[in-house]
């Protein structure tokens, strides 16, 4: 069974950084697709940033300039780089692996992560 496991987050103020892992396992499962996706308080889900299996990239033009995704292939690890946070940055941040981008395929969620900005 997939599992993912996300850590680093925490409390900052605005302007501070903080880096974003996602740890997959079985370390044999390999998506083609990763994600990190952001959702506060009665607010839908919203998508930050994927990575896929050809080192292909997207981000949420919110967090474009400011955020890096990476994936340690060997470790099966996702990796979210955020600098320049802000306080609208706040959210409580998933991992997600899927076979396809979309993630309406057959996704797995983490049970996520804490990012608090403060001004």
């Known amino acids: 069974q997939v599992q993912l496991v996300e850590s680093g987050g925490g409390s900052v103020q605005a302007g501070g950084s903080l880096r974003l892992s996602c740890a997959a396992s079985p370390v044999t499962y390999t998506p083609y697709c990763m994600g990190w996706f952001r959702q506060t308080p009665g607010k839908e889900r919203e998508g930050v940033a994927t990575?896929?299996?050809?080192?292909?990239?997207t981000y949420a033009d919110s967090v474009k300039g400011r955020f890096t995704i990476s994936r340690d292939n060997i470790k099966n690890t996702l990796i979210l780089q955020m600098n320049g946070l802000k306080p609208e940055d706040t959210a409580m941040y998933y991992c997600a692996v899927d076979g396809h981008c979309s993630f309406t395929y057959r996704p797995y969620w983490g049970q996520g992560t804490q990012v608090t900005v403060s001004s």
């Open positions: 990575f896929d299996t050809y080192g292909r990239t």
